[in-house]
């Protein structure tokens, strides 16, 4: 059985297998919405079925049995339908079992699939199928008859939107009206004695099931009866048949089941079937046209129209009237029909058509003859005679039924589950008010002897029910009925003619019709539209009639009427026989004075006087005495008679009467001050303008003396009100009876009214009245009165206590811009108390009280929740520094820091300090849900399971905004809120038996969106709370916990989830918020973004995605989002849904590592790369005005004209945005090492079309540049702000959003709404402040559409740069791609550095701009090497750098400076960086004019201009700043004046060496490297690396002016080696304790090393530069190589016993480069210093032992493979993949740089380093002067240095043999990379390049040649020294001449370097081998890898000599 519903794949909806018929006539109804088309498609396609719904459902038919046999079966919507084998048997079984057509039963099952899915149990229960599917059935056939009648009143009703649509199907599809009509009259009688099938009757629950369905239909077609007849006059026969049916039914209570009917349900069912007949009945006769019309019989007759058309008819009705049963039932019936009678009766005889004498002759009979003595009563008329029929059968006792049956109330309708459709609509309220108004014009109410009942019907009409049905029957009565009948107002008349003597009724009556109905639907007043007028014209016309009474009822105290202080007199009258009248002016209570001599109308006698005075009078006033009078008896302050006052014009004196006094029924004051509080509640209630009139009527009342009432402290309104809520929390602690609890709700209910009108008055009172909130020395009495109200499970005062909250709570919201200091403190303590209180005496006991209904417990959860949201909701976010002061105390508080002070309380009630108590009534409500709510179902409580909904919704509200708080609180641990929404709380449950239970509630609420229980609000808030749980959680360390694993069903929640957002039907609120949980949850909740991608938990393999058992694929979050974006039509219909999809795919593939193998199939896909590619390049046009344009109501939200432009704008702008970052994502992941592979991603591919096109790629760039701010408009907005309203801020109404829930419009950056609040309650009644206050909502709209389109447009930009930056390395192979860049960021340039909109947010936007530039020329810099430049962009870019550069509205040098928070400085740096490269590069090309190299370097100049003063301040800055980004920005700045001051741009130094010496930068260095830490060590010895960072780039600065002559002789001049002595350095470097590795940590090179390296090559340079002027080298270098010489000496002293670091060969190379300038600084001087001299000397003897070591390890190749010691990880790493080189037999096999890189790169390095020390061994000898010597005498001058000795010794100096043992190696090397040849250079690993460069067989070639040529010359120049020496001594005697050569060589070489005793023969036979091996080596040098010609004649020479030499030795020996 196909068992996936909504969460299936997706697909085209079919509405007859979608669509329900609850759902379509949801629509129809407005519960939900639905567009026109789809709504029309549904309907046609189920017209057969509604024609005939009113028979019932197709029964089984052969056709359709042979269609679903046939396993295919085409619907009427065209759905084609696959019949499954195992479906085939269920259907049989729906058909059989429902007495069901087939294809209707199949039909019924998929649509019951897909609407309420499949449980595991009903899929293998076919029994419990079947029975979910009756009751499925059942509701559909009830819902199929509730359509017609819906669309029967759309039809009706021209305003309704889908009036026309009903219009077409009901014309089309139904008969006409009354035939229609009359085919339902003839259902109604047929359905009840209906019998079943016998597959039914055969069971007695079934059979009783059925017969309840019966009733169930019969009522929803009586229901449509009533409809179908509403809108015309029914014709006679058509009102004669239904008032037969109605007797024949007995008004439906004749039924043939009627025995199974004996549920409560079924009781219900049957009276709402008895009321809606007499209803239907009354509406037939159409009273209102009776009651106000003329009646003309004559046109009804002639016209045919209407009942009254035919007198056949109508004598037919009366006769069936008059011989209905004498049952109360049928009074209404009887009434409505005697009412219309007597209206004909009525009609003047001369006006009676022919037709209806002989009918009107029956009504009116002639009067019978009397005789003279005969006494003969009046005849009644027929008409009179039904009336008063009705009357005795007691039709006003069934009307105050009917009023109270579920038919006229919403709440019992939900409360009793009613199958009523439109529970309390106004028509049915209409007709009784019809039937009421018809009884009082035909009947005087005087004679009514059930005054109560009138009273009660009449209070049951207006005064009951909610207010939008009551308002506008109100009006009517106000504006209609009074006007057209006076008699209609009669019984408001009776009752004030009996006041005050009978207070109630006249209040309960004007209560009734003051528009408000009961006083539980106060909460629910509109402020708006047709229906709040009505209501408050209602309430004017109640207080105007109350204000005007024009009489005053009083009973006459017997001892007021005789004796000397008589008051009243009798006097005789003609008409009356005698009336009463005053004998002094009397003071009501009240105030007003009855004037002395008044007359009064007897009203009885029996028993007490009554009579009523002819004054008129305020009965406003006379209640408030009233109030004053209870309060002053309760404040034992009553006194008999008030002293007399003088009255002018002769009145003598004025008696004050009280309540006593005038005979008022005061039996229960407490119900007296309880009405009068409940009137006043419903007129004062959201009534500003009445409330506010009460407040200055009553403010100084006074009499018609203008004296005060009572005395000079008469209160007023307010204060009386005040004074009762005191007296009854008071009386409530004193008294033993019952607490009077209603008058305190009544008092709490006005003054919660009052507040806004009068706050000033209020909130003092209640901050001195400890009794009810308590403060910090009492509890307060309130307390008391809730425990009665718990004793007794009502809350009526509870809840009024917490509306006043709430009041208090918005009226300080609203008016925190108005109010002063003092009274914002005031209300800080106010507010702060009752939250006190509500929190600790209700919050947390609430849920375990008691309750006599349960929806009481649910209001006041709703309440307290509110009040916390709207805190919440409303203030501002709360800083972590500001926590403190808002603990200060109200008197220094700013105007918004009472919301900080409550915002703080309820965060650290629920969240800082939260306890189990506080947070248990919060999640148990929640936990427990979803079972309560099930149970309130299954006992019919719908009433209470509506309020339970309104609970949730409210917790899941707070809940929400608590956490998202605690998302900017910094908060990292899991707070106890955030435990219990996963572990839940112990709670009991209501709904089972006090059963404890222990739920999860992320798993509850997770189910409020999957299950869809409570309708799709709660769906929208339960999935919103999810993303603020996920949004917290995630930021709690160590490790966020897992919602996967608290959901019981975690692969069903994602799949309903899922489910959702395919629905097309779908809120589309609720599936952004379903699109924004996913997000979130992939980039927060690992495990639940593995179902969300792949379906599953965790990936199986390849079949991850598919159902188990192969059913097909599970539609995952990814692949719907695929789908999405494969629709194109979704861009511009659902632009919020396409942007968020496109969100949780970036979020996806920014955890691609995650679901790698998921989204291995999507990223092969070229067809999702297309779709991505189609997106990411599409065009988005100008984005539209933000201006926001007029107003409209979109969802009761006020909307602004261009809000939807500008969102779906934004939403594209966003799309587009996250459909780049994808690209530049995927490219990420295919090349995570940044290389990339040989085969490009798909995505590749698409970024190609793209940068190949030039112009498409710049107009793609300029797009993403756009920003539509306006810094105008904000500045305008924040000027308006600061002067109309100055303690107003925007960022106090910013709203705080989870990411993703902010949605683009004009409510996106700030509340509007709340904006425009606030400052109309502060502008009052001024106008002008009025106007302003509008201007600045209007603004702030269009400031929020401003930021929507900016913010849209910043995210462009970073998916930009974001795609460049990850681009540049796929690109780099692409031919002709610098070109196309460099064009686009030339344009781009060239707009960044016009761009003349100034302020911050304009500076975050050219730091991004600047961003994305850096991007594209990051792209051209990977372009591939050998392109000819084309200056044709590159001089436009460069030009617009350098504008940049100097630009004045962002100085680049104020972002160095961090004068502002957005810093854009670094990339700008790194385009001057690629600027000058590229600058130098084109300026080396022969390519290039001389014009454009004038132009280069003029604009790099004027650029290095910006780099020069940046470095100047980043020195300044550093000399008290350690920070690390000075040390960043020192070494970019570092970097790119290398690049700038490229010798190749510039012809001479002298522009940037100018403005170096103008800002002295190089002196500031100098300072700054002083004061620096250079050597890395503190002064604890502790290491900082990072301090020692800064000196590295100083000195690095330095190597780069060494680079150049003149800038060398300035950094010398300056005193660069003076200020390199007074480094901490120092110390280190006489100490000789300079090491190459960290001292802390071995992993690492020393920072100090480094240091001195670089000083050494800076040293270098100067010496090279200098060298030869004045005594810089005497002095300085001298004492610079002292200062150092025991560094110097340590690094020269290395053997090949130990081992080397690069940084140490680095070192050695050096200091050998220094010691090689001196040399030849030295040698060019005529007189050589002394001390150059010995240093030299000193060198040279060292120099001679490091060769001798040199030369050990060079021809040992196993020891030079361990010889380099790794530092580094790298290095260590890259080593050891060369152990295999410990098996080479010779250094040669060594120069193979692909098996060898680094042990490659090292010897090249050791021969670089033989060469120099050979050359500045050269120097100081004057070898190659001596190469010229040809005298022998010259010979003997010169002194050798080197013995001439063909012994190696590893511990001493280097020999001539060693010297002939290192030129053959080199020979060697010579010779092997000549065999070898060219070779292509293969990059070997980049080892810290400055340290070994990588191997380069030419640089290798070329360096050894020239070693070979020192090591020759060197080596003949010893050698010829020494044997033209002029022997002294013999060697073998051991002269003393010998010995004192011996001393002297000691001297030189610090040991001897003599033969000793060696024969001289010997000695010369040894130095002839020498020669000759000289001369045989010089034979074999392969010169031609050298230097060509010169070089083969030096070896020439060298021959020559060696020859010569040994000629000389041998005559020398033949001599001897």
């Given amino acids: 059985m196909a068992t996936n519903g909504r969460a299936g794949q997706l697909k085209k909806p079919h509405d007859l297998t979608d669509l329900t018929f609850q759902r379509i006539h949801g629509a129809l109804a407005h519960h939900e919405s639905m567009d026109v088309e789809p709504l029309q498609a549904a309907l046609e396609h189920r017209a057969p079925l509604l024609r005939r719904c009113i028979d019932g459902f197709p029964k089984p038919s052969t056709a359709s049995r042979t269609l679903v046999t046939s396993g295919i079966v085409t619907l009427r919507d065209g759905t084609s339908l696959q019949v499954e084998e195992e479906d085939k048997e269920i259907v049989w079984e729906i058909s059989g079992h429902l007495d069901l057509d087939e294809v209707e039963a199949l039909t019924l099952l998929r649509l019951f699939i897909f609407n309420e899915g499949l449980s595991k149990s009903q899929a293998s229960t076919p029994a419990l199928l079947l029975d979910a599917l009756t009751e499925f059935y059942f509701e559909e056939r009830l819902f199929a008859i509730r359509i017609l009648g819906a669309m029967l009143r759309g039809k009706d009703n021209a305003a309704d939107p889908y009036h026309e649509l009903c219009t077409q199907i009901v014309s089309e599809n139904l008969p006409r009206s009354q035939d229609f009509a009359r085919e339902i009259l003839k259902a109604l009688v047929d359905r009840p004695i209906r019998s079943f099938p016998p597959s039914v009757t055969k069971d007695p629950r079934t059979t009783a099931r059925w017969a309840k369905q019966n009733l169930k239909e019969q009522l929803c077609m009586l229901e449509t009866f009533f409809w179908s007849t509403v809108a015309y006059s029914p014709d006679g026969g058509l009102v004669a048949g239904f008032f037969k049916a109605a007797g024949e039914t007995n008004l439906g209570r004749v039924q043939k089941y009627e025995d199974l009917l004996l549920d409560e349900e079924c009781s219900r069912l049957i009276n709402d079937l008895m009321v809606l007949f007499g209803i239907t009945g009354v509406q037939l006769l159409k009273l209102d046209k009776v009651l106000d019309e003329v009646l003309d019989l004559e046109l009804a007759t002639k016209q045919r129209y209407g009942y009254l058309a035919s007198v056949e008819d109508v004598e037919q009705i009366h006769n069936i009237v008059a011989n209905l049963p004498e049952d109360h039932s049928f009074s209404p019936m009887t009434l409505a029909w005697g009412c219309v009678v007597a209206k004909i009766s009525r009609v003047a005889a001369d006006d009676v058509p022919t037709e209806y004498q002989r009918f009107y002759a029956l009504l009116n009979p002639p009067p019978p003859r009397k005789g003279r003595a005969t006494f003969v009563e009046p005849q009644l008329s027929l008409g009179d005679s039904l009336v008063n029929r009705s009357l005795g059968l007691g039709v006003l006792p069934v009307l105050q039924s009917y009023l109270q049956s579920p038919i006229f109330s919403t709440s019992l309708a939900a409360s009793l589950a009613s199958t009523v459709t439109e529970p309390n609509n106004e028509q049915f309220r209409y007709i009784i008010k019809c039937l009421l108004m018809s009884l009082i014009d035909l009947v005087q109410v005087e004679y009514i002897e059930d005054y109560e009942g009138i009273v009660s019907v009449w209070t049951g009409i207006y005064g009951t029910g909610e207010m939008p049905v009551v308002a506008s029957l ?190 008022m029924q005061t039996e229960n004051e407490e119900e007296l001050v309880a009405d009068i509080l409940d009137l006043l509640r419903s007129l004062l209630q959201r009534n500003l303008e009445l409330a506010g009139e009460f407040v200055s009527r009553f403010k100084s009342r006074s009499d018609e003396e203008g004296l005060p009432v009572t005395g000079s402290d008469s209160p007023d309104l307010v204060q009386i009100i005040l004074l009762i809520l005191k007296d009854a929390l008071l009386s409530s602690a004193s008294s033993r009876g019952a607490p009077p609890t209603r008058v305190v709700a009544g008092a709490l209910g006005v003054l919660t009214a009052l507040l806004p009108v009068v706050p ?61 200091r003092t009274l914002q403190s005031m209300k800080a303590d106010v507010l702060l108390r009752a939250l006190h209180f509500v929190h600790s ?30 805190v919440l909701k409303l203030s501002p976010p709360l800083a972590p520094q500001s926590r403190e002061s808002v603990k200060a105390g109200p008197a220094v508080m700013s105007s918004t820091s009472t919301l900080g002070l409550l915002t703080q309380f309820i965060l650290d009630t629920f969240l800082f300090k939260a306890t189990t108590l506080t947070i248990t009534p919060l999640i148990s409500t929640i ?57 839940g709380v112990s709670t009991t449950s209501q709904a089972f038996s006090a059963r404890v239970l222990k739920l999860e ?40 916990p897992a919602i996967v694993g608290h959901l019981v069903d975690p692969e069903g929640v994602a799949a309903a989830y899922v489910g959702s957002l395919a629905d097309p039907y779908e809120d589309l609120d609720l599936r952004k918020a379903i699109w924004n949980f996913i997000t979130i949850a992939v980039d927060t909740q690992p495990a639940f973004a593995s179902l969300f991608v792949s379906g599953q938990l965790h990936s199986a393999g390849p079949e991850t995605g598919r159902r188990e058992g192969g059913r097909g694929r599970i539609l995952t979050a990814l692949e719907f989002a695929r789908q999405t974006l494969a629709n194109p039509a979704l861009w511009d219909v659902t632009p919020s849904l396409h942007a968020s999809a496109l969100g949780m795919l970036d979020l996806v593939w920014q955890h691609a590592l995650e679901h790698k193998q998921a989204l291995t199939e999507v990223r092969e896909d070229k067809q999702f790369w297309q779709d991505i590619a189609s997106i990411a390049w599409r065009e988005l046009g100008a984005p539209p005005d933000s201006v926001p344009g007029d107003f409209f109501d979109d969802d009761d939200e006020v909307r602004v004209g261009r809000n939807d432009a500008v969102s779906q704008w934004a939403y594209h702008a966003t799309s587009k945005a996250h459909a780049l970052h994808v690209l530049a994502i995927d490219l990420k992941i295919s090349s995570p090492d940044g290389q990339s592979s040989s085969i490009p991603p798909a995505s590749c591919i698409e970024l190609l079309k793209v940068f190949q096109a030039s112009q498409q790629l710049r107009k793609h760039v300029n797009e993403a540049l756009y920003c539509s701010y306006d810094p ?44 425009h609040n606030w400052l109309m309650k502060s502008a009052k009644n001024n106008q002008e402040i009025a106007r302003q206050a509008t201007g600045i909502y209007t603004a702030t709209c269009a400031a929020n559409l401003n930021w929507s389109l900016t913010d849209s447009q910043i995210i462009l930009l970073r998916s930009w740069k974001q795609l460049l930056q990850q681009s540049a390395s796929w690109l780099k192979s692409t031919k002709g791609l610098e070109a196309s860049v460099i064009d686009s960021a030339a344009s781009t340039a060239k707009i960044v550095a016009g761009e003349r909109r100034s302020g911050n947010v304009m500076r975050a936007v050219h730091a991004e701009r600047l961003d994305m530039l850096q991007g594209l020329v990051n792209v051209a810099w990977q372009a591939p090497a050998g392109q000819i430049i084309d200056t044709t962009n590159f001089l436009p870019l460069l030009k617009s750098v350098r504008l940049l550069s100097l630009n004045e509205v962002f100085p680049p040098i104020e972002s160095l400076r961090r004068y502002h928070s957005n810093f854009f400085h670094r990339p700008l740096l790194c385009i001057v960086y690629y600027c000058a490269q590229r600058a130098a590069e084109i300026s080396a090309s022969s390519h290039v004019g001389l014009d454009q190299r004038l132009t280069i370097s003029t604009d790099i100049s004027e650029i290095s201009a910006l780099v020069i003063d940046g470095l100047r301040y980043v020195f300044e800055s550093m000399i008290s700043s350690t920070a690390v980004v000075m040390d960043e920005d020192l070494q970019m700045l570092v970097a790119v004046f290398d690049k700038c001051t490229e010798p190749r741009i510039h012809s001479t130094p002298s522009a940037w060496l100018t403005r170096c010496q103008d800002v002295d930068l190089i002196r500031a260095s100098l300072d700054l490297l002083a004061r620096s830490n250079v050597s890395g060590l503190d002064a604890d010895g502790s290491y900082d690396t990072k301090r020692a960072m800064s000196a590295q780039f100083i000195l690095q600065f330095h190597i780069i002016l060494a680079r150049l002559p003149a800038s060398t002789e300035r950094l010398a001049h300056e005193g660069a080696l003076a200020a390199y002595a007074k480094t901490n350095l120092t110390s280190l470097l006489e100490a000789g304790a300079v090491e190459p590795t960290s001292p802390s940590h071995n992993a690492e090179y020393s920072l100090g090393h480094r240091a001195w390296c670089n000083m050494l090559g800076v040293t270098t340079a100067m ?88 030369n050990y390890a060079l021809t040992h190749p196993n020891h030079l493979s361990t010889l380099l010691e790794p530092v580094t990880l790298e290095e260590r790493t890259q080593m050891e993949k060369e152990d295999n080189a410990l098996s080479i037999e010779t250094t040669i096999q060594l120069l193979d740089e692909r098996a060898y890189p680094v042990l490659a790169s090292l010897v090249q390095k050791l021969l670089i380093i033989v060469r120099d020390i050979m050359s500045v061994l050269v120097i100081m000898s004057k070898a190659d002067q001596a190469l010229c010597y040809s005298d022998p005498l010259q010979w003997a001058r010169h002194l050798a240095q080197v013995p001439a000795d063909s012994k190696v010794s590893a511990t001493g100096p280097a020999s001539v043999g060693t010297l002939r043992d290192l030129a053959g190696f080199m020979l060697e090397v010579l010779r092997k990379l000549a065999k070898a040849g060219p070779t292509t250079s293969h990059p070997s690993p980049n080892l810290r390049s400055s340290l070994l460069a990588s191997y380069d067989a030419q640089e290798t070639q070329m360096t050894t040649f020239q070693a070979v ?90 021959q020559k000599s060696t020859y010569t030499l040994v000629q000389t030795l041998d005559r020398r020996m033949k001599g001897q």
């Fill in 1272 to 1315: 105008h408009l904000h500045d305008q907005l924040q000027q308006s702000i600061s002067t109309y309203f100055p303690a107003f801020t925007l960022d106090s109404v910013r709203s705080e959003p989870l990411p993703g829930q902010r949605s683009y419009g004009d409510h996106y950056m700030y509340q509007a709404d709340v904006v």
């Fill in 841 to 870: 005496e209700i919050w947390i006991e609430h849920i375990s009280w008691k309750y006599a209904k349960v929806t009481e417990r649910f209001e006041i959860g709703r309440k307290i929740g509110i009040i916390y949201a709207e």
């Fill in 1663 to 1750: 010496v090279n530069v200098l060298g030869g002027e004045g005594h810089f080298v005497d002095t300085e270098i001298v004492g610079f190589v002292q200062m150092c010489g025991a560094q110097l000496t340590k690094v020269l002293g290395w053997t090949s016993d130990a081992p080397m670091t690069l940084s140490h060969l680095d070192e050695i190379g050096l200091v050998i480069g220094l010691f090689h300038a001196v040399a030849a600084q030295s040698v060019e001087a005529s007189q050589p210093d002394p001390a150059v001299a010995d240093i030299l000397r000193a060198f040279s003897e060292r120099a001679l032992l490091l060769l001798q070591q040199l």
């Fill in 927 to 983: 936990t427990t849900s979803l079972d309560v709510y099930e149970a309130l179902q299954r006992s019919l409580r719908y009433l209470d399971a509506d309020g339970l909904v309104q609970l949730v919704d409210a917790n899941l509200h707070l809940t929400q905004l608590v956490l998202s708080r605690k998302r900017a609180s910094g908060v990292v641990r899991l707070t106890l809120l955030e435990q219990a929404l996963f572990t």
């Fill in 474 to 663: 109100c009006s009517e009565f106000w504006m209609r009925d009074v006007t057209t009948s006076v008699q209609r107002r009669s019984l408001l008349d009776l009752a004030s003619s009996r006041f005050p003597v009978e207070v109630s009724p006249l209040l309960r009556l004007l209560r009734s019709v003051s528009g408000v109905g009961g006083l539980a639907e106060l909460d629910s007043l509109e402020d708006e539209g047709d229906r709040a007028a009505n209501r408050l014209l209602s309430a004017e016309r109640v207080y105007q009639y109350f204000s005007q009474l024009q009489t005053f009822t009083q009973v006459l105290s017997p001892h007021h009427l005789h004796g000397a202080q008589a008051l009243y007199d009798t006097r005789p009258d003609a008409s009356l026989g005698y009336y009463y009248t005053n004998s002094r002016a009397l003071r009501f209570p009240g105030g007003s004075i009855l004037p002395v001599g008044s007359r009064g109308r007897v009203i009885s006698t029996q028993g007490v006087i009554v009579v009523s005075w002819k004054h008129q009078h305020s009965g406003w006033d006379f209640i408030l005495g009233v109030l004053e009078a209870i309060h002053s008896r309760q404040s034992a302050q009553t006194g008999t008679t008030r002293a007399s006052r003088h009255l002018p014009r002769g009145m003598a004196k004025v008696t004050d009467l009280e309540l006593e006094d005038i005979g």
């Fill in 1001 to 1040: 509630p992320v798993d509850i609420i997770a189910s409020l969106v999957k299950t869809r229980t409570f309708g799709p609000g709660i769906a929208l808030e339960a999935i919103q709370l999810l993303c603020a749980l996920c949004s917290s959680v995630s930021m709690t360390q160590p490790a966020p």
């Fill in 1909 to 1998: 040529e020192q090591s020759f010359l060197y080596a003949y120049t010893q050698l010829a020294a020494t044997v033209h020496q002029p022997p002294v001594a013999s060697p073998l005697t051991g002269r003393t001449d010998e010995q004192a050569m011996d001393i002297e060589r000691e001297g030189i070489f610090s040991q001897s370097l003599a033969p000793g005793t060696m024969d001289r023969l010997r000695l010369m036979r040894q130095w002839k081998d020498l020669a000759v091996d000289l001369n045989l080596l010089a034979k074999d040098v392969p010169y031609k890898t050298g230097a060509g010609a010169t070089a083969k004649l030096f070896f020439d020479e060298i």
């Fill in 760 to 820: 000033a008055a209020i909130w003092p009172f209640l901050r001195s009245l400890p009794q009810l909130f308590g403060d910090e020395r009492q509890a307060g009495l309130t307390p008391h009165l809730l425990d009665a109200e718990r004793a007794a499970g009502t809350y009526s005062m509870t809840l009024a206590l917490l509306d006043l909250v709430g009041a208090l709570f918005d009226e300080a919201f609203r008016m925190v811009l108005t109010h002063n």
